[in-house]
């Protein structure tokens, strides 16, 4: 008996869209590419060229009844009415981060998903990545110890060389872009990974002025006021037990990210690696600094360095390849569980979750009280050690 592949078609036929075709369409027998749209044309024509697939509009993938999962890869500002209009034309979706610029909107589509008993998940899908995975079963299996707290820092700057209304990523500055939203949800979803869900937060939140500080950017020196907050340092307290901090902030220089989580528990330190990717060193601490190792991957599907054999102890995060990373596994996994009639990992659930923790960190900064938690998510089911590379399919299969 052979697997019956789910078709699939494409909204958003920019950047991260080569990186999404190129695992769905090469990587995963259970998908069946159909086909791609864009508001700009030539974009989806190139992106159709070059995976062999249809150029459509978005009207006809959401006609073609051999389409059963539209991916949403448009922009933050676009996610709300490209995400609405194909569920209501009935088709499940896998949509880019965040779910929607607000929660409210994020739950208005959580809510039709639900009453129309269609699949909806959300970006990042990095935690089912070998780094995270591997993360995951060393807690699960008591490495740590007893996990206490969890710190995670992304501190980045976003400095394009062209004005923004040019710029490949116009979004980064826009409401709902910025780096708690476009960043911060690589580190809530590997964080509820590890840790399941957040009871309540609390934090700081700040509208920081950007100014452009690319010599090359006609706009250089000039300063824009965000819609958005760029700075908020949260605190977490999750349901199990574990306290977490998460700074994310728009640091306004050109440099590379310097990517951080660190899980902390009564017997270890996990040093985990940057959740952007797909995998990295994944480095433990135990017996008081004595050993001190980079271990072993336990799951496969890493990234392109890492299939390559690079050695794991000398990989710099800010030196992998983004478009050779493995965005794609969610719609896999999505597909794996409408065939097995199973949950799918990457969940609306846990990504509502994660918009409603960044904009709770929002309202407790306004407020000066606490934001209890309204939703709350299962843990996603580990994936299965043991796998390396090429097998993530049959991973996926349970
Ligand atoms: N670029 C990255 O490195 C990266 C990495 C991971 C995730 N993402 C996420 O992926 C999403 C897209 O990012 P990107 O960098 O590819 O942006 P992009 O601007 O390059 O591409 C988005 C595309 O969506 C199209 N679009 C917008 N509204 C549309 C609509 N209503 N109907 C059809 N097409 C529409 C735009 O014309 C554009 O071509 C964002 O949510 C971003 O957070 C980006």
New binding site residues.
Partial sequence: MSIKPIGVGL?????????YLDNMVHRFDILNVIGC????EE??KSRAEEFGIKQMT?EEIFADPDIQIVV????????Y??TKAALEAGKHVQ????MAVTFEEAKELYDLAKSKNLRFGC??DTFLGAGYQTCRKLIDDGYVGTPLAVNATIIRGYQPAFPVAMD?????VGEG?TIP??MG?YYIQAMQNLFGAVKRVSGFSQNREKIFSHPKNPQYKEVLKLDSPNFIQAALEFHCGVLGTLTACDSGFVTPEIPGMTVYGTDGVLICPDP?YYAGPVKLIRNGGKEYVTMPLTHGYSGEEVERGVDLSKLDAFRLN??K?R?GIGVADMAWAITNNRPQRCSAEMALHTIEIIHGVKTASETGKYYEMTTRPEQPKALRPGFIGGAAEAVLDD
């Fill in positions: 909204i958003g036929s920019g950047a991260i869209s080569y990186t749209s864009d508001i700009i974009r989806s978005s949403n890869t448009t922009y933050p500002k676009s996610h009415a490209v949509s880019e981060k965040m970006a990042p490949p990523m116009p979004f980064i872009g939203f476009d949800g952007n983004w478009q990373s965005r």
